[in-house]
């Protein structure tokens, strides 16, 4: 008895891509999909006929579709004849191409999913191949090809008595294989020769991640190649007391640079940096003093 499948696979874009199926017209596109359900139906899968082999005459197919017109029927199956959408046996059956191909697919997975789909667990000589080229179902990591290209298994197998032939997996001395070491992926941001500097192995060690990239080159530049790590920590450790975001610049390319600002608890007494005001008074006090100067000498 053949199996009944509630539904065949249709792909919308093949259908609305076909060159052959859009030069019919929509009415013979439409009967053909009609057409399609009767095939899928059919004791044959894939042919439009009856149980007893006979394929179904036009004025079946107009009864069996709904259509009063028998003149229509007719110049639709023609079209679609024409442009090459169906196909006829010498029967003069009614068939479809591409619903026979589904089918056979299916069939050759379903033979493969009983047999186990794994070839190292099966007469392989027996086996024949799915439609991709392959077998189903294999495990190409427990199968290995010898010189003279004949499958062996990676692991021992022990015959089985079960009434199918096939051989069981034995998990015998796969326990004691030795685990292959992982190989310990390597920081991306040591692979740069400027991570080695001291200002950026300080920086990283402080707050636990890497400065941003496009940065380094200014990190090094204004932080120098004399290694001042215990300055750049009391930047830091300041700067995090006073509640600011470590992930901030300032801390190192402010503060190590022109001083932490004068605040009470600073660890260390650096520079402190002047402010935008007392910048500007000591400038006008500079200029002050040199026009004092040129107005002596006249």
Not at 88 to 93: F, I, L
Not at 98 to 126: S, T, Y
Not at 205 to 231: M, N, R
């Amino acid at each position: 008895m053949i199996l009944k499948l509630p539904a065949f696979q249709f792909y919308p874009g093949d259908w609305m891509k076909d060159p052959a199926l859009r030069a019919v017209s929509s009415g013979a596109r439409g009967l053909w999909m009609d057409m399609l359900c009767l095939m899928h139906e059919s004791v044959q899968r894939g042919y439009l006929q009856h149980g007893n082999g006979q394929p179904v005459t036009t004025e079946q197919i107009a009864r069996m579709t709904g259509n009063l017109s028998l003149v229509e029927v007719e110049g639709w199956i023609a079209e679609l004849e024409n442009c090459g959408v169906s196909s006829r046996s010498n029967a003069g059956v009614i068939y479809s191409r591409r619903m026979l191909r589904d089918e056979r697919k299916r069939k050759a997975c379903q033979e493969a999913g009983k047999r186990g789909g794994n070839p190292a667990l099966l007469q392989v000589n027996d086996l024949a191949p799915t439609l991709r080229g392959g077998v189903k179902g294999g495990d190409n990591r427990q199968v290995k090809h010898d010189a003279k290209g004949e499958i062996t298994p990676s692991s021992s197998f022990s015959p089985s008595s079960s009434p199918s032939g096939l051989s069981k997996p034995s998990n015998e001395g796969l326990d004691t294989l030795p685990a292959k070491p992982r190989k310990a992926s390597k920081p991306q941001a040591l692979k740069d020769p400027r991570a080695q500097h001291w200002a950026i192995q300080t920086i990283h060690s402080l707050t636990g991640y890497w400065p941003k990239k496009i940065l380094w080159d200014e990190i090094i530049s204004a932080l120098g190649d004399v290694p001042q790590p215990e300055k750049l920590t009391d930047c830091f450790k300041v700067w995090v007391k006073a509640g600011h975001y470590s992930g901030n610049t300032s801390w190192y390319l402010d503060w190590f640079v022109n001083g932490i600002p004068a605040t009470k608890g600073s660890p260390r007494n650096y520079a402190p940096r002047q402010s935008v005001a007392e910048q500007n008074a000591a400038n006008s006090a500079i200029a002050l003093q040199r026009t004092l100067e040129r107005m002596s000498d006249d």
